[in-house]
């Protein structure tokens, strides 16, 4: 039966099949389907099969055409959602305004139809793809949707009739099982032997994947039939076994079991069987880690398994230690290790799995999304598989991609909240995560070597292994954040203990990974580059979680939220403490950086204070606790400053890599910001003497806090010293004037920010969006009550929009920071903590000067870092106060003031700086002190002897008379002759009874300094805190310092304890300091105070530092005020206590030497910028071409009486001679500038619709082409080749720099050039190079032409002689053509010279652009190609000057014009070609000829004089005259030709009148023919013309059809003479311009309504007596030497005389019009968008495919593919193929997907940069950050400026090859 049914046609059993089974009593129709099935859908047949396909198709549109079907079911389609999915790359759009979820995105189409504007929108492409929300209101806002989305709600759409969907509901289970079936059949397991083939079976299933596909588009009714499919568990308990008999399901079925156990999976029954089988163990050792038990891809299949591995190996592996534990903490150890599937859809998803996420298969399941059963039991799937993903995911090769992929699917489930609450009440969700996290990292840990290498229990992450290297983990760790963003989701997670244990645990992984010791002997061999994936998994899998969860706890509410997490965050550490062995003191010479559990509880901390109104001591361990926390964050900070100061060199590049990393916008404030913020809660806590002298050891400077001029530091080395000690202050100074986390609002944070950023460099907005850190103020979307960064720009910010210089860089709009803003908010110290390289604080302080100058607050010197008053403090931190209060800080502080004051080594002016402002800090920040507190002194304070309390205020103007310091012997302190001290002092007194006291344990513990003592004294402190706590402890002696320091080889000397007599106090210190600055004795007057006016203080420099301390210090404290007068009153020079010693003297020499040398180099400096300047004085500057010639090259020959030139290579300067020629440094290249003219002034637009185009045909190449083929039509080639120019496209155009050399000079620079290694951006084969003076790009040398002084003089002589006579001397000149002055017999130098600069010429420009004659290489055409070349220089010169000569002057262009040379060169070329003397063009110019009809007829006849082009004319008859022409001839030339153009000009118009009026204008000049200025007035010559030509009926008949442009206005005598004017200007144009160059005559300009009379006065058609100021006639200007009427007649019987098939074509030729307007690029649409929406999906018109990289000729429109293989010819890629045709080899290319611009220049080519800017004057190259851009007709000027002028090889400097790839 079946096979019956399967023979007959497919249609008509579908149709009969659907008939049978809508019958109530169905069953045969279901037999006899099932039966058809089962011999169709066999998946024993191969899938490449696609009869089944065919069938399925048949059958489930029961009998009517499938594409009908789909039409039918799409009207029943009832989704609200879009749902589109997409793939990598696409583009889409995403709205902050409308979103609800930051992942939201939309499909452009639904984008585009919804309205955004005003919003905070981009376009980005899609990296890992995506699918459409718009309809969905749980991921956004309704008023975002699209019109076709927000109206269409499900209700108005008809039910579906039964029968339409019948027959699907039986098809397509059996169907889906098939592809199951072959899913499983396909698949092998990665096994060693053979290599797995899973592309090759996805290939095969490609057809039935896309056939699934496409019944998701059909819309919801499909979907919902789907979705009962796939979710439909009897279905599958049916199919998925075989039945019985169904051998072949069976082993298929058997198959996909033994799939799941190998998966580490076993189905749930089996489980149950077999108790606990034993699933095999990965036993993957870790590097280094011994036997650590590290979890392979399996976990124990239960609980109880576990526990009795742990008792075998007796608990000695910590790993598996670890591993067990956490498996018995996780709520359910069937997370990891069972998979039960009940469906379709979740084995479909297993197979989607094991496949690792073929696209296909992921967007099928990504399309049945809108169907809201099928997203809730998909995502229910998808959790269930989590933890098989995981173990895929890490298994598998291509790791990126598929990871790509899990987040393609994940983000569309878990960004909608209402579905990730569901999942994670029903499934665990969060458990599953953490839990599948855990297990991920711990398949990498290692021992962590952190403090005690040895006994460390602590593991951590191995940042090289390739999980955390190749970031595998992120998409686990982005649906972690996804989901956390949730706020009932992150509640869940925050109330559930057991959870936030694991989840701590996790972050401990974490904590001291990439740990770095220093290397003190040699360089370390490798350096490793685990830096990058360290900090990235911080930010990634610590931080931003994080960020995640804190966003949760903002109100009073939560605070158990944060309590719980802090409680459990100190838990955590406590073990950490435990596990790494940690006491009290840090392991020498380590650090890292990553503490993710110190600044998990920073930042709790800081939200709990901050907006919970929690109090913080309640939240704080004990002190003993707070200490060990203190201790890592101030490594790093010590560290840092290490880095800095160079004492990490020998670690390599990455040590400074990760300083710079730590403090980078994007993890500042996840690293250095809560670190500080710890450190400053601790100092606000521990006693602050520990605290301080904590830092100074940790910085290693404490041997160098002596009063004595030498001392001993056993860790550091001299030069080491100075910038740890500024590191140190530095910090303190951070540390206690930071407010981030410690009292400002976020929008004061994002303020100080803003201004901090701004202040190192003006920003472009997105650099700056970049720069300022995201997190106290997320920048996407508006945080009520806080500013938005917009507002908050302009606040602080002025915009500077881009300025375009031609040739300068592309600029950017910039912000810069306001005056008042560096006046009053710039703050040095936020900068210094902000600066990732060290230049930037320089930069900063460069600008603030720069400010400072100009306004002019401070003129004199370098200013210092302005002091900037801090916000208050929140109450609970007031204890950081206490830090600028204590005895420690004072006797510092008191230290350095007298070792600057007497210059001591390594103190430096920043030192000074930092402990002025600490004193001011301490000024402004007062510790209310309460009385009770001050217990007594105990005797051993013995530091109570320097300063009688704690108040800076009150210590400032205490004397301390004697210091005991302990020095070297040889030091210059050490008295000689024994003497005790004078102990009269209390001071002493209390030295010596201090001295006694201690015990003998004090000479070694206390080194140089009397402070000292007090280190000693924090160690006891620290002691008795913990005996306090532990009392088995107290045996426990610190010897560990002792050992632990490095002992510098050789004994050093003794020390030996003396006693210096100081009688200073710190006010008496500041004053001596102030008179040493300002080198002034008594700088201070004793009434100084009185006369201060308090407010001048702000800016200036230490010595308006000092006084402003000062001042603040007497307005406090009425004693300091008395002490101060009293001090200033008897103030004296300083006086060293001893003699200088010869280190002193040493130093001194030192500097001084120093100095001499700078001077020496200024010196050099200013004499190298003065002939710097002179040079520039005297080169060419290229860069701006408006700067005013500097030589006049045309003039500089003919002025001189012999031209010397100097040569840039060897500096000599002479003649060109004939065996030394001297040439000019010149760029030849090819160019269709001139080609690409219009007609119209109108520039053509750039088509973005697909009824706009483009037509070449009106540019002037097309149109010279047409002439130039017509003639060749009809007459001689050889007449036909002189009587017109080439060179609109492709002509060579010549310009120089200016500059000279020899050739032989130049020759031997090539040669060098040659053999340098370093390759520059230009290619020496090609004869590329660069000048040697001015570098810019040339590629060829132009022989300059020896001057001959004598010839000059009379060579340019007016001259008095009759036209007739000037007429038959150029004649004569013409017979001698052969006489050419340099003998071209003995071949010199400057001839060889000449003939290879032609060579190079020809070589410029394709032969394409060459060969134009019928046979090519003749040497007509090579004579139309030379005088070209010099018609096409011209031309382009007067491109560059506007296209007229109004202006005058010598134009930008003329300086680098080179035409003299250029036409000397190519008259002597052409010169070896002689014109045909049998027919002369000058003859038929001056003659009436005799009639000669000897003309055979098979000889096409010559070119008519009318028909022939003047300017190429002029240009022929002076190039091939015997060189130098004399100026009479030249104007003799330019006469008789200007004739014949103004004959033409008549011609032409006449033909353009109707014939009324040519009737008309017949009759009327027939009448004056007889005056005597008849052959100068235009309406007889007008009306002899049109008589001539009307002999024959063609001339005008022809025309008549065209009708005519002008028709509707009458032609007035006004508009005639007017438009016989602009036909001859170009001619006037060109001549004059020739002239200009060869005799070196001005140009002056006029206005351009006078620039007829004008150029006709300066060529000398004109007396100069007819120059009045009447209104000229163009005809006045003839010069007839023969009857004028003769000769025309002539002239146009030439044309009548034509047969009449050549006379109807050639007619055309008559009405030409020379007019072109300047050449213009396309005009561009203002707005990117319209350009790209429509480019970027266009499909290329060569292969009918989107191009991946689409790009756009700007010249002439043509739509190209860059680097598409697919449009290559011989190897050559589009974009350069077309630079060739479009060009001539430069082509210009807008890149639609990167809004960039690349210029192809011949072989190379360059990155120009960007005519789309966004609002805020940036590009955005690759359209990364996707906001709306806009033209920039600046920008576009600058482009097309630079092509027309041809300068792009010069303003552009990088130039690469691109190999004919693009």
Not at 664 to 670: A, D, E, K, P, V
Not at 837 to 863: C, E, I, W
Not at 1012 to 1038: G, P
Not at 1334 to 1347: D, E, H, I, K, Y
Request: aromatic fraction near 8%; charged fraction near 25%.
């Amino acid at each position: 039966m079946a096979a019956s049914l399967v023979r007959r046609d497919k249609k008509s059993t579908a149709a009969h099949l659907k008939a049978d089974l809508n019958w109530t009593d169905n069953s045969s129709g279901v037999r006899q389907l099932q039966e058809l099935l089962d011999s169709v859908l066999n998946p024993e047949k191969p899938a490449a099969d696609t009869e089944a396909l065919d069938w399925c198709k048949c059958l489930i549109a029961g009998g009517e055409g499938f594409e009908e079907f789909c039409k039918t079911v799409r009207s029943y389609d009832n989704a609200t959602l879009c749902g589109l999915v997409w793939t990598a790359n696409f583009v889409a759009y995403r709205c902050r305004t409308c979103g609800i979820s930051p992942c939201m995105s939309l499909c452009a189409e639904c984008f585009n139809n919804g309205d955004h504007t005003g919003h905070d929108f981009n376009m980005f492409r899609s990296q890992a793809g995506g699918a459409c929300d718009c309809g969905d209101s749980n991921v956004m806002r309704e008023t975002g949707f699209c019109n076709r989305h927000r109206l269409r709600t499900g209700e108005n759409v008809p039910s579906v009739p039964k029968d339409l969907l019948l027959m699907s509901e039986m098809v397509l289970p059996r169907f889906i099982i098939c592809v199951i079936q072959y899913l499983r059949d396909g698949y092998t397991e990665p096994d060693t032997s053979t290599e797995r083939d899973l592309q090759k079976v996805l290939q095969q299933l490609e057809p039935q994947i896309s056939f699934l596909e496409e019944l998701t588009k059909m819309g919801g009714a499909m979907r919902t039939v789907l979705t009962k499919i796939l979710t439909n568990q009897q279905i599958f308990k049916d199919l998925s076994m075989g039945q019985e008999e169904n051998v072949y399901a069976k082993k298929n079925y058997e198959k996909y079991l033994s799939a799941l156990k190998n998966s580490g999976l076993v189905s749930v029954e089996e489980k149950a069987q077999s108790g606990a089988a034993e699933p095999t163990r990965g036993a993957e050792a870790g590097a280094g880690a011994g036997a650590l038990g590290l979890l392979g891809a399996e976990a124990p299949a239960s609980p109880d398994e576990s526990n009795k591995e742990e008792d075998q190996d007796g608990g000695q592996s910590v790993g598996q230690r670890k591993r067990v534990k956490l498996s018995s903490t996780a709520k359910d150890p069937s997370i990891m290790d069972s998979l039960k599937h009940k469906c379709f859809l979740e084995e479909l998803l297993f197979w989607t799995i094991k496949y690792e996420f073929p696209q296909k298969m992921v967007t099928f399941l990504l399309n049945m999304l809108p169907d809201q059963d099928y997203k809730i039991t998909f995502t229910k799937t998808f959790v269930q598989h989590y933890a098989f993903i995981m173990k895929t995911l890490m298994k598998s090769q291509e790791s990126d991609t598929m990871s790509n992929r899990i987040v393609h699917i994940s983000v569309q489930l878990f960004s909608n909240e209402e579905l990730a609450r569901h999942v994670t009440e029903e499934c665990q969700l969060l458990d599953i995560m953490v839990t599948v996290l855990l297990y991920m990292m711990e398949s990498c840990l290692i021992k962590s070597e952190l403090q005690d290498e040895e006994n460390s229990r602590h593991v951590v992450v191995n940042c090289s292994e390739p999980l955390l290297k190749n970031n595998t983990y992120w998409p686990l760790v982005s649906d972690f954040i996804n989901i956390l963003s949730h706020q009932s989701v992150a509640k869940k997670f925050l109330e559930d203990h057991s959870l936030l244990m694991l989840w701590m645990s996790f972050v401990s992984f974490f904590q001291g990974m990439n740990l770095n010791k220093r290397e003190l002997s040699e360089h370390v061999e490798f350096e490793s580059q685990t830096y990058y994936a360290a900090f990235a998994a911080e930010l990634e899998a610590c931080a931003q979680p994080m960020w995640g969860l804190l966003t949760h706890c903002k109100v009073k509410e939560t605070q158990e939220y944060t309590k719980t997490v802090v409680r459990y965050c100190l838990e955590t550490l406590q073990i950490w403490f435990d596990a790494i062995g940690f006491v009290d003191e840090p392991a020498p010479n380590q650090v890292t950086f990553h503490l993710p559990l110190h600044r998990y509880y920073a930042m709790f901390l800081s939200k709990a204070v901050k907006c919970q109104g929690l109090d913080l001591d309640s939240l704080l361990p004990h002190q003993e606790m707070l200490m060990k926390i203190m201790v890592h964050p101030l490594q790093i900070q010590a560290s840092l400053s290490e880095i800095h100061s160079n004492m990490w060199v020998r670690n390599g590049l990455q040590i400074k890599g990760q300083a710079m990393t730590y403090v980078q916008s994007h993890f500042c404030n996840s690293m250095i910001d809560p670190d500080i913020f710890l450190l400053q809660v601790c100092a606000s806590r521990l006693d602050p003497d520990y605290f301080i002298s904590s830092v100074f050891e940790r910085f290693k400077v404490v041997d160098l806090l002596t009063m004595a001029s030498v001392h001993q530091n056993a860790v550091l080395d001299g030069e080491q010293e100075r910038p740890m000690l500024e590191g140190a202050l530095t910090f303190l100074v951070i540390l206690s004037s930071l407010r981030i986390h410690l009292g400002m609002a976020d929008d004061e944070i994002l303020r100080a920010e803003m201004v901090s950023q701004l202040c190192m460099n003006d920003r472009t907005h997105s650099s700056l969006l970049d720069l300022i850190p995201e997190n106290p103020n997320p920048k996407s979307g508006i945080v009520p009550g806080s500013c938005s960064f917009e507002e908050m720009l302009s606040a602080v910010a002025d915009f500077k929009a881009p300025v375009f210089e031609p040739g300068g860089s592309m600029q950017q709009g910039m912000y810069t920071p306001k005056e008042e803003v560096w006046e009053k908010e710039f703050d040095p110290i936020m900068v210094v903590l902000r600066t990732v390289y060290r230049r930037d604080v320089q930069s900063a302080m460069d600008r603030y000067s720069a400010f400072l100058k100009q306004s002019g607050m401070h003129t004199t010197g370098n200013p210092w870092p302005p002091y900037k008053e801090r916000t208050p403090l929140h109450p609970c931190y007031k204890g950081l106060d206490r830090l600028l209060h204590c005895k420690t800080l004072h006797i510092v502080i008191f230290t350095l003031l007298y070792k600057i004051w007497l210059d001591h080594s390594n103190m430096s002016e920043h030192v000074l700086c930092m402990v002025l402002y600490l004193i001011e800090l301490g000024l402004d920040n007062q510790v209310q002190e309460d009385k009770e507190d001050e217990e007594p002194c105990i005797e051993e304070h013995c530091h109570d002897s320097w300063f009688p309390g704690t108040n800076l205020l009150s210590n400032l103007h205490h004397v301390i008379n004697y210091v005991r310091v302990r020095v070297p012997e040889t030091a210059p302190e050490v008295k000689r002759e024994k003497d005790p001290p004078p102990s009269t002092s209390a001071e002493a007194a209390n030295f010596g009874q201090n001295s006694r006291r201690l015990t003998g344990n004090w000479r070694e513990n206390v080194r140089e300094a009397q402070v000292f003592s007090l280190v000693a004294e924090r160690r006891r402190k620290f002691q008795e805190i913990i005996n306090r706590s532990s009392t088995e402890a107290s045996q426990v002696v610190r010897p560990k310092s002792s050992s632990t320091r490095w002992v510098p080889p050789g004994t050093p000397p003794q020390l030996v304890t003396e006693i210096l007599e100081i009688r200073e106090s710190m006010l008496s210190l500041l004053i001596k300091l102030h008179q040493k600055l300002s080198a002034k004795q008594n700088s201070l007057s004793a009434t100084w105070l009185e006369d201060m006016e308090t407010n001048s203080h702000a800016h200036g420099d230490g010595i308006t530092a000092i006084e402003r301390i000062l001042t603040k210090a007497a307005t406090r404290s009425r004693q300091s005020k008395r002490s101060i007068q009293e001090i200033c009153g008897k103030v004296s020079p300083p006086v060293a206590p001893k003699k200088n010693s010869p280190t002193d003297k040493k130093t001194m020499d030192k500097d001084e030497r120093r100095q001499r040398a700078r001077e020496r180099q200024q010196k050099l400096l200013a004499e190298f910028a003065s002939r710097q300047k002179s040079f520039m004085e005297t080169a060419m500057d290229v860069e701006s071409p408006d700067a005013e010639a500097a030589m006049d090259l045309g003039a500089s020959v003919v002025m001189e009486s012999e031209v010397l030139y100097d040569c840039v290579i060897c500096g000599q300067s002479g003649p060109s001679t004939e065996d030394r020629p001297t040439g000019l440094v010149v760029l030849l290249q090819a160019s269709s500038v001139l080609g690409h003219r219009c007609k119209s002034d109108e520039t053509k637009k750039l088509p973005t619709t697909d009824d706009e185009h483009i037509y070449p045909a009106d540019t002037c190449g097309a149109a010279h082409d047409v002439r130039l083929a017509l003639m060749q039509r009809f007459f001689k080639d050889s007449s036909c080749l002189q009587s017109v120019s080439i060179g609109w496209e492709g002509g060579v155009y010549v310009q120089t720099c200016g500059h000279t050399l020899h050739i032989d000079c130049h020759k031997s620079y090539m040669v060098s050039l040659r053999n340098d290694q370093v390759l520059q951006g230009f290619s020496v084969d090609k004869g590329e190079f660069t000048c040697p003076l001015c570098r810019q790009f040339a590629n060829s040398v132009l022989p300059c032409r020896p001057g001959r002084s004598t010839e000059v003089v009379s060579w340019h002589m007016p001259t008095n002689k009759k036209t007739a006579v000037l007429v038959k001397e150029v004649e004569d000149l013409q017979e001698q053509l052969g006489l050419f002055p340099v003998s071209t017999t003995t071949e010199s130098n400057l001839s060889k010279e000449m003939e290879s600069v032609i060579k190079d010429i020809k070589n410029t420009t394709q032969r394409k652009y060459m060969d134009y004659g019928k046979n090519p290489g003749s040497p007509d055409n090579d004579f139309l190609f030379m005088y070209s070349v010099a018609r096409t220089n011209l031309e382009l010169e007067l491109v560059h000057r506007g296209g007229n000569l109004c202006s005058g002057g010598a134009s930008a262009a003329a300086k680098r014009s080179c035409l003299n040379q250029l036409f000397h060169v190519l008259a002597m070329h052409m010169r070896l070609y002689s014109i045909d003397s049998a027919y002369n063009p000058w003859t038929r110019l001056t003659q009436v000829a005799q009639r000669r009809d000897d003309c055979l007829d098979d000889e096409r006849p010559e070119v008519p004089m009318l028909f022939r082009d003047c300017p190429s004319l002029l240009i022929i008859f002076v190039l091939t005259m015997p060189q130098p022409l004399r100026k009479e001839h030249f104007i003799c030339l330019v006469r008789m030709l200007y004739n014949l153009q103004y004959t033409q000009a008549l011609a032409s118009l006449s033909a353009k009148f109707s014939p009324e009026e040519r009737q008309a204008w017949s009759t009327s000049g027939a009448l004056k023919k007889n005056a005597f200025d008849a052959e100068k007035s235009y309406d007889a010559l007008l009306s002899h013309v049109i008589g001539e030509l009307s002999k024959v009926k063609t001339v005008y008949d022809v025309n008549a059809e065209v009708p005519s442009m002008l028709s509707s206005s009458v032609w007035s005598p006004h508009s005639i003479e007017y438009s016989l004017q602009q036909f001859c200007l170009p001619y006037l144009r060109l001549s004059c311009l020739l002239q200009h160059h060869l005799y070196g005559d001005k140009l002056s300009g006029c206005p351009e309504v006078e620039e007829f009379s004008g150029l006709a006065g300066c060529l000398g058609l004109l007396a100069p007596a007819l120059q009045p100021s009447n209104p000229i006639y163009s005809a006045s200007c003839l010069d007839w030497t023969v009857n004028a009427f003769d000769l025309m007649t002539q002239w146009c019987s030439e044309v009548t005389g034509l047969s009449d098939t050549q006379a109807k074509k050639s007619i055309t030729l008559l009405v030409q019009d020379p007019q072109w307007a300047s050449p213009h690029l396309l005009h561009l649409p203002d707005h990117y968008n319209i350009l790209f929406q429509y480019y970027h999906k266009k499909a290329c018109t060569a292969c009918k495919k989107v191009p991946k990289d689409p790009a756009l000729c700007l010249v002439c429109g043509t739509f190209v593919c860059l680097k598409g293989l697919c449009c290559k010819q011989q190897g050559i890629c589009e974009c350069v193929l077309h630079s060739q045709h479009c060009g001539a080899a430069t082509g210009i290319f807008l890149l639609i997907n990167a809004s960039v611009i690349i210029i192809i220049r011949g072989h190379r080519f360059c990155l120009w940069g960007s005519v789309y800017l966004d609002a805020h004057g940036e590009e955005d190259r690759d359209l990364r950050r996707g906001k709306p851009l806009f033209l920039c007709v600046e920008r576009y000027r600058v482009l097309q400026q630079q092509w027309v002028s041809h300068t792009f090889d010069h303003i552009n400097k990088r130039w690469g090859p691109h190999y004919n790839g693009l």
